[in-house]
């Protein structure tokens, strides 16, 4: 069959392959995580096939269209990253650390699979690891709350306004309580500030836009809060 060059990420080449695609090796944890979800029927999520002739890992295609630009933005779809979470995670019972649950970790847009409009599907699970649901859901915030500086956003065509209504709207969505809402920022500011310190960041992001991120989260927190609390 031939190989379809699938458009979307920035660190790996994946193609379609009639029903599948194929793409280098995930971590071995995310394998075992993409099996759990087969066993207990969670549907947002592609399935583990297994191994090509190339070593490749082989998936089956999720259908549906990534969130390009201009990435559909309204509270609707907000709220529907927000459930879609929180199923994946419910999902993890008895897989998950306790306290924590393996995180997509890399919300960017063309990771999410829209049908009808409306988020349906996660791909790309390779940066997945143990972390908070409330870092998870502030790392879902950056892209699908705004988040972020301006910039990357105008770019995708994501509002700049409503970005504190956008962030309670995801938020109730997944049903973060008090506690959570209230840790939500400090989580987030210490995680970009540890992908800075420790040479964490991936992809083809310039060091330059992660550390204007982090000072444009800085300066907004206060703000943000208040749509938190």
């Known amino acids: 069959m031939s190989e379809v060059p699938l458009a979307g990420g920035d660190m790996n080449l994946v193609v379609r392959v009639g029903d599948t695609v194929r793409r280098p090796p995930e971590p071995p944890e995310v394998v075992e995580l993409l099996q759990w979800y087969e066993r207990v029927g969670f549907d947002g999520a592609p399935r583990f096939l ?3 002739e190339q070593g490749r890992e082989m998936l089956s295609f999720v259908e549906g ?3 390009f630009a201009p990435v559909p933005s309204s509270d609707e779809v907000v709220a529907h990253i927000g459930r879609l979470l929180r199923r994946a995670h419910d999902a993890q019972e008895g897989f998950a650390p306790a306290g924590l649950v393996v995180g997509h970790c890399d919300l960017f847009w063309t990771n999410v699979i829209l049908r009808d409009g409306l988020p349906a599907a996660l791909i ?4 997945a690891r143990p972390v908070t649901r409330t870092l998870e859901i502030a790392m879902a915030a950056t892209y699908w709350a705004g988040i972020r500086i301006d910039e990357q956003l105008v770019e995708w065509g994501i509002p700049l306004e409503r970005r504190g209504e956008r962030l309670r709207i995801l938020c109730d969505a997944y049903g973060l309580d008090r506690a959570q809402r209230s840790s939500l920022l ?15 960041w991936r992809g083809t992001t310039p060091i330059g836009i992660i550390r204007k991120n982090l000072a444009w989260t800085e300066a907004h927190a206060a703000e943000l809060g208040t749509f938190l609390a």
């Open 50 to 52: 297994g191994y090509d």
């Open 65 to 67: 269209e990534p969130a």
């Open 124 to 127: 790309d699970w390779e940066l």
């Open 186 to 200: 400090d989580e987030l500011v210490a995680y970009r500030r540890e992908r800075i310190e420790q040479g964490l």
